[in-house]
């Protein structure tokens, strides 16, 4: 049988056989097995023997590999078509969050593979090939799962990351929407995971001696966050942590183990109820620093990335969370209470004794006020407004969106008194506008952005701006 010759190139040095031929050529990973059972894939050594390798076996440089003839080279080179989507689908969905000289952390969103598969058009790994970069997947994340995804640049950065998953030293923080009320509400979850194929299978007391000794070892901690209800059905929000990284763990061990699946997980939970998104996020990953060497960037490095939620995320937060206006009202309702409870003649039960304390203000009294004082210090970002939406907590601070509010009330503020005559009563009523919209925070955007749009979406003064503008002619020499 005609042979065909690989060299080993540098970059490849350590990789796997069975790893280093199936990123070079186009062969099956059943087909490269078989051929290595039959001894046809060999290296040939300087004096032109053939040496049987095994799937194991690691390359070196320069090793000269011989391989069949129906084993034909993987192309590299992508057409200019399939480049551009590409870069575009990149630019579009694979934002990058964080970023060092040896890793490179995305965000990934759902619906997009890690890896290719069987009707899988574009998936991750494909996708950075055509960068120019040598990414490697260190992780993977199921398709529909949201999150954080960590890729070497270098093939050392790619080895000491991949040690590290292995060892455990990886920290990943999931949160999860679960369709309906885990019993306990906060706990662990130590059953062991079968790998069927396509699906896996916790391990019960009713499970087979033979299915116990096939499973692997999976642990998940949970902790219940928010409970309420979303579309009619109950729901839970949940944050989770796995020591272990198992096939489909999470929504393996919350469907079969806590009877809540994962909302909208086709696999594992009801199809019938199953929302358009799957609503699992890796939403924070510590891992450690390492440069392109492989080396650690120091004794004790570590990189912690921050995902924010997608946007899909945003109807389940403001359906078990109260609105703003709502916090607005209880904010308010508990100050009015307690004004109401401080102009009784007589204390309540149980502040008595602070009354026969005498003085002009009764100490009850004082310290019903003081606390209220400081329940509407506690809670003035909902009474005014000024707190973040859910989805962009992640993306910027509370002070950033205090700083915004402000700001744009101001902003809405001096905009609607700038027509009022004479000058000092135009700056007193900005001042005053402008703390009306310091609550009224939704017209102060409304108006601000009107303010910007007005020069182009009016038609009249479009014209009169453009009687104004000078004329430049361009003349040809």
Not at 381 to 409: I, K, M, N
Not at 419 to 429: E, Y
Not at 436 to 443: A, E, G, I, K, W
Not at 447 to 463: E, H, I
Request: net charge positive; hydrophobic share 45%.
């Amino acid at each position: 049988m005609a042979s065909r010759f690989i060299n080993v190139p540098v970059h490849a040095a350590g990789m796997r056989l069975d790893r280093f031929i199936a990123n070079e050529t186009n062969i099956s990973t059943s087909l490269l097995f078989k051929l290595l059972r039959k001894r046809a894939v060999a290296q040939i050594d300087d004096s032109g023997r053939r040496k049987r390798l095994h799937p194991n076996d690691r390359v070196s440089i320069g090793m000269c590999i011989s391989l069949p003839c129906l084993v034909t080279p993987k192309l590299k080179a992508a057409t200019v078509k399939d480049a551009g989507k590409a870069q575009e689908l990149i630019q579009r969905h694979l934002p990058i969050i964080r970023e060092t000289a040896a890793v490179a952390v995305f965000q990934k969103p759902a619906g997009l593979a890690c890896q290719g598969g069987s009707g899988i058009t574009y998936s991750i790994d494909a996708l950075l090939q055509t960068t120019g970069v040598a990414y490697r997947l260190v992780h993977r994340l199921d398709r529909n799962t949201t999150g954080a995804l960590a890729v070497a640049k270098t093939r050392a950065a790619a080895a000491a990351l991949t040690h590290a998953f292995r060892q455990r030293l990886v920290s990943k923080n999931y949160v999860a929407v679960l369709d309906g009320h885990p019993r306990e509400r906060q706990g662990t979850i130590d059953n062991a995971l079968l790998n069927t194929g396509t699906s896996c299978l916790a391990i019960t007391p009713i499970s087979t001696e033979q299915q116990i000794q096939a499973a692997k070892h999976a642990v998940t901690n949970y902790k219940v966050i928010k409970r309420g209800v979303f579309n009619g059905q109950p729901v839970s929000i949940v944050a989770l942590d796995i020591p272990t990284g198992r096939k489909h763990q999470i929504r393996v061990h919350c469907a079969q183990i806590l009877n809540c699946p994962v909302l909208g997980d086709t696999r594992y939970g009801d199809t019938v109820k199953a929302a358009n998104h799957m609503y699992l996020h890796l939403v924070q990953m510590t891992i450690p620093d390492v440069q392109p060497n492989g080396e650690p960037a120091s004794a004790a490095a570590k990189i912690t990335v921050k995902s924010p939620f997608p946007l899909f995320w945003q109807p389940v937060f403001d359906a078990l969370e109260p609105s703003a206006n709502v916090r607005r009202m209880q904010a308010l309702a508990t100050a009015a209470l307690a004004v109401a409870v401080v102009r009784r003649r007589r204390a309540p039960w149980g502040l008595g004794w602070l009354e026969r304390q005498g003085g002009r203000l009764a100490a009850w009294k004082a310290a019903v006020l003081w606390w209220t004082v400081l329940y509407l210090a506690r809670h003035m970002d909902d009474v005014l407004g000024l707190h973040a939406p859910e989805p962009l907590r992640a993306y910027y601070s509370r002070s950033f969106y205090r700083a915004t509010w402000v700001f744009t009330a101001l902003d809405a503020g001096f905009w609607t008194a700038m027509t009022v005559r004479p000058k000092w009563l135009r700056d007193v009523l900005s001042l005053v506008f402008s703390a009306y919209y310091l609550v009224c925070t939704d017209r102060a955007v409304e108006k601000v952005r009107t303010s910007w749009n007005k020069g182009v979406d009016n038609p009249v003064l479009r014209f009169v701006r453009s009687l104004h503008e000078p004329r430049l002619g361009v003349r040809r020499v």
